[in-house]
Structure formats: C-alpha cells, structure tokens
C-alpha cells in the first residue's frame, strides 16, 4: 500500500521561510517522479515543483526563485523548502508521486501564512 505522509506545514508569518516534508512507503520510490502541489481556498490544485529520479527539476513560474525541492532516494523522502512566504501561500500542500501512469496523493498539510 502507497503511503504519502505530509509533514511541516503551520502557522507562519509573511515573511517567513518553511519546509514540507514527505514521507514515501510502499512505493519504489527511486523511480517516481514526485511532486508538490497545493490547493488555495477556491482555488484550482496548482503545481509547485517536481522532481524526478535523478533530480531535475520543473517549478511553477510564478514560484521560482522562492521554492526549492529536493528528494532523498536512500531515506524516501522530497522536501519542499519555501521561503518569503505570503499570505496568498496560504494553502493545502499536498505531495504527489508519479509512476508510470500512476499517480498518489498525501492526505495534505495546511500551511496558514498571516500577514
């Protein structure tokens, strides 16, 4: 069973820098492609970055230079460091993995950034 477990998100002020975490299991994760994704309040799911095996990188235009990710092929995991946060990041992150045609999904992290 594929598991995505979300972790980091919170309470931040604009300004401030986070990092999400995700945890990957029952996946081969080496040879996903994983991702971050967010949903704003009324808002469309959206692209953040992603990554595939051997680490290059896509990144929403309206986010680069902002956003790093990152993926740990020995520990399973893909970080997502994000920094001067504003109150339009407020959102749900959600982590994503792509295998082949398959895709999963974390249950989600809200990161809540106050003005």
């Known amino acids: 069973q594929v598991q995505l477990v979300e972790s980091g998100g919170g309470l931040v002020q604009a300004g401030d820098s986070l990092v999400l975490s995700c945890a990957a299991s029952?996946?081969?994760?080496?040879?996903?492609?994983m991702g971050w994704y967010r949903r704003a309040p009324g808002k469309q799911r959206e692209l953040i970055a992603t990554?595939?095996?051997?680490?290059?990188?896509n990144y929403a235009d309206s986010l680069k230079g902002r956003i790093t990710i990152a993926r740990d092929n020995a520990k399973n995991t893909v970080d997502l460091q994000m920094n001067s946060l504003e109150p339009e990041d407020t959102a749900v992150y959600y982590c994503?993995?792509?295998?082949?045609?398959?895709?999963?999904w974390g249950q989600g992290t809200q990161v809540t950034v106050s003005s």
């Open positions: 994503s993995a792509r295998l082949g045609p398959t895709w999963y």
């Open positions: 029952g996946i081969i994760f080496p040879g996903a492609v």
């Open positions: 990554i595939t095996t051997n680490g290059n990188t």
